[in-house]
């Protein structure tokens, strides 16, 4: 224990005698105007663990410098915890009812999960096991997408960690890549997000890569038509996916103009016919977002402004706070329980064993 606390305090003297690898033109977006949720806040480490968001910027930025694929990855993520129940860290559980198994979490990437578990291994060795995962990855995805070249925003703090994953049920109202605009503001309009932050939140698939099964329907039975698509992009599509053997391998990037940076250039794909997903395509076309995604397209400040405060606004759904859930040693374990259930429900009155 002696030299994994040495190895620690070592490794915080050297971030903290290092130049961020954030870039220094990155957009710091003020999000003040975002209520933050009861539980949370800007200071919630400062005695506990004043290092940790220093520990976590480093750590994403050195796994950025090998694969610039991991912020796409991390965004992913956390999108994909945050929207079913809230952001809590329930879809970083393994086991038989893990989140991970259910179609739409069936392609999040291994490597950025390792990743938030490294970090917190990182954190916990430094400071004790007072940070949460889900805390770690809402940290480790804003300074993933500043590394990529988007905004910057403060994250407020305090969310902890949920006992269990998901229902199959909740984890799947996760929106689907062939719903129509009317899906989508309802299913954003549900988890009290709206049309702005739809078409700003969809702005993610400015980078990252998809599996051809989840865009084959915009040329599998001849070129879509609804949304259209560009003939020679889908016939381009056609082509690379007919080499997707064994199915669900082969991906293609989301953006086709820049796609490792994040930018505003998807929603010029968009304008372009360009969209990979129906869901995307959509969005510059029906009345209701049309207006929104071609601003975004011609004002790329106004996009990431938008971008950052749909991130706050997400990052707070339904979040954990106090005695609730726990803060869990392994983020893909649940901590092995020493107490009984309270009245209180499911992620409340546990105690962890240390």
Request: net charge negative; proline share 6%; charged share 20%.
């Given at each position: 224990?002696?030299?994994?606390?040495?190895?620690?305090?070592?490794?915080?003297?050297?971030?903290?005698?290092?130049?961020?690898?954030?870039?220094?033109?990155?957009?710091?977006?003020?999000?003040?105007?975002?209520?933050?949720?009861?539980?949370?806040?800007?200071?919630?480490?400062?005695?506990?663990?004043?290092?940790?968001?220093?520990?976590?910027?480093?750590?994403?930025?050195?796994?950025?410098?090998?694969?610039?694929?991991?912020?796409?990855?991390?965004?992913?993520?956390?999108?994909?915890?945050?929207?079913?129940?809230?952001?809590?860290?329930?879809?970083?559980?393994?086991?038989?009812?893990?989140?991970?198994?259910?179609?739409?979490?069936?392609?999040?990437?291994?490597?950025?999960?390792?990743?938030?578990?490294?970090?917190?291994?990182?954190?916990?060795?430094?400071?004790?096991?007072?940070?949460?995962?889900?805390?770690?990855?809402?940290?480790?995805?804003?300074?993933?997408?500043?590394?990529?070249?988007?905004?910057?925003?403060?994250?407020?703090?305090?969310?902890?960690?949920?006992?269990?994953?998901?229902?199959?049920?909740?984890?799947?109202?996760?929106?689907?890549?062939?719903?129509?605009?009317?899906?989508?503001?309802?299913?954003?309009?549900?988890?009290?997000?709206?049309?702005?932050?739809?078409?700003?939140?969809?702005?993610?698939?400015?980078?990252?890569?998809?599996?051809?099964?989840?865009?084959?329907?915009?040329?599998?039975?001849?070129?879509?038509?609804?949304?259209?698509?560009?003939?020679?992009?889908?016939?381009?599509?056609?082509?690379?996916?007919?080499?997707?053997?064994?199915?669900?391998?082969?991906?293609?990037?989301?953006?086709?103009?820049?796609?490792?940076?994040?930018?505003?250039?998807?929603?010029?794909?968009?304008?372009?016919?360009?969209?990979?997903?129906?869901?995307?395509?959509?969005?510059?076309?029906?009345?209701?977002?049309?207006?929104?995604?071609?601003?975004?397209?011609?004002?790329?400040?106004?996009?990431?402004?938008?971008?950052?405060?749909?991130?706050?606004?997400?990052?707070?759904?339904?979040?954990?706070?106090?005695?609730?859930?726990?803060?869990?040693?392994?983020?893909?374990?649940?901590?092995?329980?020493?107490?009984?259930?309270?009245?209180?429900?499911?992620?409340?009155?546990?105690?962890?064993?240390m």
């Amino acid at each position: 224990m002696a030299s994994t606390r040495a190895a620690a305090i070592i490794l915080v003297a050297m971030i903290c005698g290092t130049m961020h690898y954030h870039p220094a033109a990155a957009m710091k977006v003020d999000t003040t105007g975002v209520a933050v949720a009861d539980g949370l806040s800007l200071g919630f480490y400062q005695d506990t663990c004043p290092f940790v968001e220093h520990i976590v910027e480093f750590l994403v930025g050195e796994a950025f410098k090998k694969d610039v694929g991991i912020a796409p990855a991390l965004i992913r993520i956390f999108f994909h915890d945050c929207f079913p129940q809230g952001c809590d860290a329930s879809v970083l559980l393994n086991g038989t009812a893990s989140e991970q198994i259910q179609p739409p979490n069936q392609t999040l990437r291994p490597t950025a999960l390792k990743l938030i578990e490294d970090i917190r291994a990182a954190v916990h060795s430094a400071c004790g096991p007072v940070v949460s995962c889900a805390d770690i990855l809402a940290l480790a995805t804003r300074d993933s997408l500043v590394d990529a070249g988007g905004p910057s925003y403060d994250v407020a703090l305090g969310r902890r960690d949920a006992l269990a994953p998901a229902v199959p049920d909740i984890t799947n109202t996760l929106p689907a890549p062939f719903f129509t605009v009317p899906q989508l503001i309802k299913s954003f309009g549900d988890r009290g997000l709206n049309v702005t932050d739809l078409v700003a939140l969809s702005g993610a698939h400015s980078f990252g890569v998809a599996h051809c099964p989840a865009f084959e329907d915009r040329f599998k039975n001849g070129t879509d038509t609804n949304p259209p698509i560009d003939p020679k992009f889908a016939a381009t599509l056609k082509a690379k996916c007919a080499g997707d053997n064994p199915v669900g391998t082969l991906t293609q990037k989301l953006d086709v103009r820049t796609p490792d940076k994040f930018d505003n250039k998807y929603y010029f794909d968009l304008v372009a016919s360009q969209g990979l997903f129906k869901s995307d395509q959509a969005l510059i076309l029906h009345s209701a977002t049309n207006r929104t995604a071609v601003r975004f397209s011609l004002n790329e400040g106004a996009f990431f402004t938008q971008f950052a405060i749909s991130m706050v606004k997400m990052s707070q759904m339904d979040v954990l706070t106090g005695t609730q859930g726990e803060i869990r040693n392994n983020c893909a374990v649940p901590n092995k329980r020493v107490g009984i259930e309270t009245a209180a429900g499911n992620n409340e009155g546990l105690t962890a064993e240390m």
